[in-house]
């Protein structure tokens, strides 16, 4: 079954950086695009990266242009999201999925960016 498991979340400064990681199994992941997700309390999951099956296209949200950067390791079932430059605004519970999504979601990894 499908098996999707974010890593690498924690609490960072504003300006600091993290880098998230999530391995994926259950499906042929190398002929997925896939996507980073966040949903911050109160609101709705949005799109923040999305990158192409072979990781030569990637498209962000327009406030993450430039301090994010998705990427992935189709060896290792793998996709990353290297953050920068983060702000208070950046608090969410962060989460990866297939492109279109499969079921079940990860259960995310929570980012917390306070001073």
């Known amino acids: 079954q499908v098996q999707l498991v974010e890593s690498g979340g924690g609490l960072v400064q504003p300006g600091g950086s993290l880098r998230l990681s999530c391995a994926a199994s259950?499906?042929?992941?190398?002929?997925?695009?896939m996507s980073w997700y966040r949903q911050a309390p109160g609101k709705e999951r949005e799109l923040v990266a999305r990158i192409s099956t072979t990781g030569l296209n990637t498209n962000y949200a327009d406030s993450m242009k430039g301090r994010f950067t998705i990427s992935r390791d189709n060896a290792k079932n793998t996709v990353y999201l290297q953050m920068n430059s983060l702000k208070p605004e950046d608090t969410a519970v962060y989460y990866c999925?297939?492109?279109?999504?499969?079921?079940?979601w990860g259960q995310g990894t929570q980012v917390t960016v306070s001073s």
């Open positions: 259950g499906f042929t992941f190398s002929k997925y695009a």
């Open positions: 999925n297939a492109v279109p999504p499969t079921q079940p």
